[in-house]
């Protein structure tokens, strides 16, 4: 049994007893977390697709912890023109593991 949920504006494919790493959500380390935006639910050959969303369907998932990705490196340079420009950036994030999937 797996789904499809959107959060933080991407969506993941996720199945029960998985980690992932979702952008940051306002929830407390150990707290549990209700996923109310389903966008697909398959189980088996049984499969239910919403039009955006699956009605009454739900994930729950437990916050593991509160982190920020690898730093990305950006630079940027004009060739002969004595323009570079250096900048960095780390994403904050949430790792959540999937608890269920009710629908």
Known sequence: MYAVIKTGGKQ???KVGEKLK???LDAEEGSELV???VLMIADGDNVSMGKPLVEGA???ATVLG???HAKI???KMRR???YQKHQGHRQNYTEIQI???SG
């Open 73 to 75: 490196r950006i630079f």
């Open 22 to 24: 979702v952008e940051r």
């Open 12 to 14: 993941y494919r996720i």
């Open 35 to 37: 996923i109310d935006q």
């Open 80 to 82: 002969r023109k004595h």
């Open 66 to 68: 509160q982190g920020r």
């Open 58 to 60: 739900k994930v729950s």
């Open 99 to 101: 608890t269920g999937i």
